[in-house]
């Protein structure tokens, strides 16, 4: 679910750098030094980005994205391992900011895990409503953008189950703490991109996880 998994800042001074009006040793020149820049990265997903929304993600190449970006294949290959990795690679920030937020906690297990998809909230997709719902929507075009965001979403409980886990916790508790906050987390992200949704994602967490509770707690009829 990375998104995510995505910062994605604009690559137009770097195309301008591209100019018709240069020469072609002046072009030779700056996509020489554009492999060099240290924000490579930052470029070469925004530019995925914007291409996956002009032309859809399997009519874009590699190539395409590079050349958007102002710097070559091997570059893109030297920072990921393919295109759909230009759309995920902020799932390790999210992944960062998950564990150290349940290891640092003092909260039970459940209640850690959702204060931590809270933090995520807040830290990484606060301000980025209309950037997720864009993503999200590449992601939906494709189902094999569809199956990598289930890959990384796995990966994201398993680093907060071992989290868990570090704690003291056994595996039965950590699983099932683990997989109760990503079902809130991902009703809540859901109501959070609907067209109609204009509250906070982390407000939104809180709420589905306050109606989990009173759902496990209310007495059996």
Do not use: N
Request: with cysteine.
């Amino acid at each position: 679910m990375s998104p995510c998994d995505i910062t994605v800042p604009r690559v137009m001074s770097h195309r301008d750098m591209l100019s018709e009006l240069m020469s072609q040793c002046d072009v030779g020149y700056h996509r020489r030094m554009a492999r060099w820049q240290p924000d490579a990265r930052g470029r070469l997903e925004a530019a995925a980005f914007e291409l996956f929304r002009e032309r859809g993600f399997e009519q874009t190449t590699v190539a395409d994205i590079a050349a958007r970006a102002g710097l070559d294949k091997r570059t893109f290959y030297r920072l990921f391992g393919d295109k759909r990795e230009a759309l995920f690679s902020g799932s390790g920030r999210v992944e960062e900011v998950l564990v150290r937020a349940v290891t640092e906690s003092d909260a039970g297990p459940f209640e850690a895990v959702v204060a931590a998809f809270r933090r995520v909230a807040e830290e990484l997709f606060a301000d980025r409503l209309e950037l997720v719902r864009a993503r999200q929507s590449i992601i939906e075009s494709s189902p094999e953008l569809q199956e990598r965001e289930l890959r990384k979403t796995g990966s994201l409980a398993a680093a907060v189950t071992a989290a868990l886990r570090a704690r003291g916790l056994d595996e039965t508790t950590a699983t099932l703490a683990t997989e109760s906050g990503a079902t809130v987390f991902r009703v809540a992200y859901a109501r959070w991109v609907a067209p109609d949704s204009d509250a906070p994602l982390s407000d939104l967490i809180a709420e589905v996880a306050a109606e989990l509770r009173a759902i496990t707690s209310a007495p059996t009829p």
